[in-house]
Structure formats: structure tokens, C-alpha cells
T-cell receptor, first 113, second 111 residues
Framework: GENVEQHPSTLSVQEGDSAVIKCTYS??????FPWYKQELGKRPQLIID?????GEKKDQRIAVTLNKTAKHFSLHITETQPEDSAVYFC????????????FGTGTSLTVIP | DAGVIQSPRHEVTEMGQEVTLRCKPI?????LFWYRQTMMRGLELLIY????????DSGMPEDRFSAKMPNASFSTLKIQPSEPRDSAVYFC?????????FGPGTRLTVL
């Protein structure tokens, strides 16, 4: 089955700096990669996603890049703000099943004012 | 927000008691997922349904756990008997076109 690894597990940045979180996956048939943000005590919420036929996607200060050859994808947050502090999860959806997500272990991001 | 409702939001019970968690998804979603989240194990998929039929329950930890989906707008996750190690946040999620949308979760504490 699919295996998703996420790094780093914790990340601290100064406000205004950029943050990068990386994930790797094992199943080359995986075709959809969402990123979720989970604030303390809240539900995971989708912040951005990318399909396997796209190499990069951007939404304001957030971007995701995908390298299918290397089987890794990354979340980039620019001009970080204190409200970006949360746990971020990546996930991969195998193309063979099309329904089940395999989640990374999460990255706790702290933005220092 | 796909309008997934979970109840109760918090549950505190004693070891050995039966616990029933409820999920009410907005209609129109064919897939429903139950997850458990803990600090140690992260987000774990327990079971998921397609059109009310259980498709994959390989994540259900033990026979003490059972899940049902009697109709498209209601699902339950039952733990009987509960144990302290079952303490976690349990999420219900539904599938949109591609992604999954999570409910607010139920925080379960088993004393």
C-alpha cells in the first residue's frame, strides 16, 4: 500500500519568513495530493491540493509543488503570519483505489511574532 | 465545510462502558470515512463506506469497535467495551469530488 512520509515534524519560523514542508510517497499511481491545516482543537481543513497532471499550484501565500519522478511534493508558505501556526498534514490518494487517503504524520508549524 | 455533524462533541466515560459516536453527513456524498486521531499515532483510517456499504474496515483496531451506516444520512461508530487507550478524537469525513471534508470530531475520554 501507499506510504507517505512527512518532514519536518516541527518547524519554527520568524513572522514574515517562508516555511516549507515536504512529503514523499511510495505509490507511483497516486494521483491526488491534498494539504490540510489543523488548528488546535479543530478539524483538519483543506488548504490546497494538486493533481498528478500538474507540477505546481498557487493560492495567494500558499503553493504546492509536485515532482512525480522523485515522488515528492511540498507545501510552501510565504510571508508567514502568526495565524499560520497550526499542524499541517499532507496526504496521497492512490490511483488504484481512488478513495482512501494516506496521511503524513503532520508538521507542527510555529510562527514567532 | 461540507456540513458534517458529529455528536456528541465531547464524551467522558468509564472503562467498560459502551460508547456510541454519531455522524450525520449532508446528503449527496457517497463515501463516508471514520478516523481516529491521537498524538502517538496521528490520523488513522478506521473504516469507510460507499453507498452505505462498508468497503474497508482493516483499520478497525479490535472486535470491540463496530460501525454502521443504516442510511445515507447517518452513521455510528460503537466501542463496546471501552478502554482508556481508546481515548482520542474521532472524526467523520465525507468525500467531495476529490478531497475529503472532516466533521468537527468527537473527543472521547475513557477513564
Amino acid at each position: 500500500g501507499e506510504n507517505v512520509e512527512q518532514h519536518p515534524s516541527t518547524l519554527s519560523v520568524q513572522e514574515g519568513d517562508s516555511a516549507v514542508i515536504k512529503c514523499t510517497y511510495s505509490d507511483s499511481a497516486s494521483n491526488y495530493f491534498p494539504w490540510y491545516k489543523q488548528e488546535l482543537g479543530k478539524r483538519p481543513q483543506l488548504i490546497i491540493d494538486i493533481r498528478s497532471n500538474v507540477g505546481e499550484k498557487k493560492d495567494q501565500r500558499i503553493a504546492v509543488t509536485l515532482n512525480k519522478t522523485a515522488k515528492h511534493f511540498s507545501l510552501h508558505i510565504t510571508e508567514t503570519q502568526p495565524e499560520d501556526s497550526a499542524v499541517y498534514f499532507c496526504a496521497a490518494r492512490p490511483g488504484t483505489t481512488g478513495n482512501q487517503f494516506y496521511f503524513g504524520t503532520g508538521t507542527s508549524l510555529t510562527v514567532i511574532p | 465545510d461540507a456540513g458534517v455533524i458529529q455528536s456528541p462533541r465531547h464524551e467522558v466515560t468509564e472503562m467498560g462502558q459502551e460508547v456510541t459516536l454519531r455522524c450525520k453527513p449532508i446528503s449527496g456524498h457517497d463515501y463516508l470515512f471514520w478516523y481516529r486521531q491521537t498524538m502517538m499515532r496521528g490520523l488513522e483510517l478506521l473504516i469507510y463506506f460507499n453507498n452505505n456499504v462498508p468497503i474497508d474496515d482493516s483499520g478497525m483496531p479490535e472486535d470491540r469497535f463496530s460501525a454502521k451506516m443504516p442510511n445515507a444520512s447517518f452513521s455510528t461508530l460503537k466501542i463496546q467495551p471501552s478502554e482508556p487507550r481508546d481515548s482520542a478524537v474521532y472524526f467523520c469525513a465525507v468525500k467531495g469530488v476529490d478531497t475529503q471534508y472532516f466533521g468537527p470530531g468527537t473527543r472521547l475520554t475513557v477513564l
